[in-house]
């Protein structure tokens, strides 16, 4: 079983950035779609930025939720296994644990096409 760990989150005021990462040991991430969630109490769990595979073809596809695009910049480090999710102008709204997630297929936006979660990790914004 794949497990993937979350990190980079804390305390932030509004207007502030953070940058969360997404690893594992073992498993090249390059050959699965990575998608980052969210969660805030009392909330479902939302999808915010995903990334194609890179171990299938020579390019890739992102793809980012309304509430990220423009603020968000999700990006891969092969040689480090390590995808990252860049979070630029927070505001409270941004609140909740962050988890990556690992899927088979080339590129996923559905909850139920990934396989493989991190523990989360949390990102407060506030001032």
């Known amino acids: 079983q794949m497990q993937l760990v979350e990190s980079g989150g804390g305390l932030v005021q509004p207007g502030g950035s953070l940058r969360v990462s997404c690893t594992t040991s073992?498993?090249?991430?390059?050959?699965?779609?990575i998608g980052w969630f969210r969660q805030a109490p009392g909330k479902d769990r939302e999808g915010v930025s995903f990334?194609?595979?890179?171990?299938?073809?020579?390019?890739?596809?992102?793809y980012y939720a309304d509430s990220a695009k423009g603020r968000f910049t999700i990006s891969r480090d092969n040689a480090k296994n390590t995808v990252y999710l860049q979070m630029n102008a927070l505001t409270p709204e941004d609140t909740a644990v962050y988890y990556c997630a690992a899927s088979p297929n080339t590129i996923a936006t559905m909850l139920w096409q990934y396989d493989y979660w991190g523990q989360g990790v949390q990102v407060t914004v506030s001032s």
């Open positions: 073992g498993v090249r991430l390059e050959h699965y779609a």
């Open positions: 990334i194609s595979a890179d171990g299938f073809s020579s390019g890739f596809t992102t």
